[in-house]
């Protein structure tokens, strides 16, 4: 029975179990049947759910809204990607695009084009739509922003970017496809109606082509820059400011190294920075629009506003500084206000800013100091009532469990935190990692290292190999531990570890759940993950005058195999690929379980998130946790277990 389960033949393990006797199969027979009661229930919510996305998808492109029917197509194609029916809503949308608004039209082409990213030729030409619409946002409406962010971007680093990549990117860069991807965006950059707006001379540059790169494999970093060089003074004579050609010519080369692989100009640095620290130095309030009022959606807790006695549904009518100016909300546009607000939050830490808010129709003032605010990455099964995570799935049979939702410096510490306290009573874990698009790989072979006793979590490739430290303590002359070395001593070692995985994990959670399943005896259980090998340095070069995101390694698996797209993590236990209906279901289950369940004033905070349509079909739990669950009593059913 346990060689059933594993294999992954679940309806053949519940027939069977169906039908077994005797008190040591009950714990296994009783996950079985929860698993079986599920399967009819999401049969029913994929059957309709599959027929109200393509009535809303039409219904949304006779519409205009471009970017409702994307998001929904999206939804359709990764359930169902071979139906013809939504293969052809896919071309009506990209037709639709065509007469839409720049900002309708580059959301749209871009998803397109990663939706049917199997037909080469045109993703392409939806891909090059996207740009062009992207820059067409970027000098119409939204010139002046634009332009200031262009400010100090320099021809000097700029080649001091591309050498830099020409010595680290992972592999020798193809400069014939980067001088050609630079050239091609300046060309979107000369037809652009903004653009040309603003110098009129653009409508009339040629942007010479690059010499020297004629085919995939040619030139050298010499060539991309003199490729570079003679491309700006074409549009420098235009009229165009050197800023705005070095930037847009870089943005085109770098996309066509990869999806990843992007320049950051000086004033972007702080904001870039902040973003991939995971942390934001503001209030810790997540807001939004709800008719003409910027409302409170949930304070972080314990974060500034929440000791500020900041509450839901509070509607944010003023900010103010300390000692400055009061920004009135109400004096701006509506559709302004919601960025205003949240920009006004932010800024350096410590420093102090009141709101005026009101509640239940009564203004009220409150005042607090920023600071920083980490992103929640570990979640524990629910919120208990004292708002702390609670990690059980089954406390009775020794089942815990832990989400991690990327990877961060701080993700350790706190999956250590919740998990750490019931490993003595914890039979098995379930590690949730579906979703988890990855982060930072040391983190993630931390946490991998919390199960394993010993081996190499992961192996890296690039020309140019990050310092991993010191290989002896210079003290004591001890061998040190590399860091992809799993320590033995940890308190989860040795305990059944199930993973879950979707086709949105990826990158650092990739190698996690590889490492596990090659190195914990985990069973991993869900659908192949994306299949995302590499790895980006972020690198700020302040002196330099920018920074810049880089392909720069490649991971392996503990056993050697190279991720790629399309070759990602391969569960045992392969499940059907849930359908948008399930997905809103479950992910509503989610948000009422993990809710903070009241302020510190003690009044109720409700759920955040959507729930599922009411004509949808009911669905009693998720359908991947209940195959763990059926999956980890498997592994504890073993002589004695």
Sequence with gaps: ?????????????????????????????????????????????????????RESVEARIAEGDLSGAAAHLAAALQAWPEDPAFLTLAQALGAAAEQAPPATAALAWQALAELLAHQPEQAAAWR??????????????????????????????????????????????????????????????????????????????????????????????????????????????????????????????LAALDPWTRAVWPAEIAAWQAHHAGVQVDLGLELDLEGEQVVVVAPALDGPGWRAGVHQGDALSWVEEAGGARLALDA????????????????????????????????????????????????????????????WLDEAAGLAYARVSAFREHTEPAFDALLEPVADRARAVVLDLRGNAGGDVNAAVRVADRFVVQGRLAGIHGRVLPDTGPDVDPATGERLAEWNEALAGHALEGLPVVVLVDPATASAAE??????????????????????????????????????????????LPGGRRLERGSGVVPQVALPAPSPGEDFRTAWQRAERTAVRAHPDGSPMRPVG????????????????????????????????
């Design 128 to 253: 090059e739509r996207a740009v062009g619409a992207e820059l067409a946002i970027a000098y119409g409406a939204e010139l002046e922003g634009t332009l200031a962010a262009r400010r100090g971007v320099r021809r000097a680093a700029a080649v001091h970017l591309l050498h830099k990549l020409d010595a680290e990117y992972v592999d020798a860069p193809d400069w014939a496809a980067a001088s050609r991807g630079g050239r091609a965006r300046l060309l979107l950059l000369a037809r652009t109606e903004g653009a040309r707006a603003r110098w009129p001379r653009l409508a009339d540059v040629d942007v010479p082509s690059p010499a020297g790169t004629g085919t995939a494999g040619e030139g050298t970093v010499a060539d991309a820059v003199a490729a570079l060089d003679a491309a700006v003074a074409a549009l420098e004579a235009a009229g165009v400011p050197a800023e705005v050609a070095v930037s847009e010519w870089v943005a085109g080369a």
């Design 610 to 641: 959507t729930p599922a349509r009411e004509d949808l079909p009911p669905l009693q739990g998720d359908p991947a946790v209940a195959a763990a669950r059926l999956v980890a009593q498997a592994l504890l059913l073993e002589e004695g277990g």
């Design 511 to 556: 190698v996690v759940a590889g490492a596990l399943q090659e190195l914990a005896g985990a069973v991993v259980v869900g659908s192949p993950t994306f299949g995302k090998g590499r790895a980006q340095a972020l690198r700020a070069e302040r002196e330099q005058g920018y920074a810049v995101q880089f392909t720069n390694l490649s991971w392996t």
């Design 1 to 53: 029975m346990r060689a059933t389960v594993l294999a992954g033949d679940l309806p053949a393990a519940a027939r069977l179990l169906s039908e077994a006797e005797g008190e040591a199969l009950s714990p296994l027979a009783a996950e079985a049947a929860a698993w079986s009661a599920l399967q009819e229930e999401r049969r029913a919510l994929a059957s309709a759910s599959r027929e109200l996305l």
């Design 332 to 391: 701006l546009p509506v559709d302004r206000r919601l960025e205003v607000a949240r920009q006004a939050l932010v800024g350096a830490p410590d420093s102090v800013v009141r709101l005026g808010l009101v509640r239940a129709g009564q203004p009220l003032e409150r005042e607090a100091a920023r600071a920083a605010v980490p992103l929640v990455t570990v979640e524990g099964w629910r919120r208990a009532e004292d708002n702390a995570w609670d990690p």
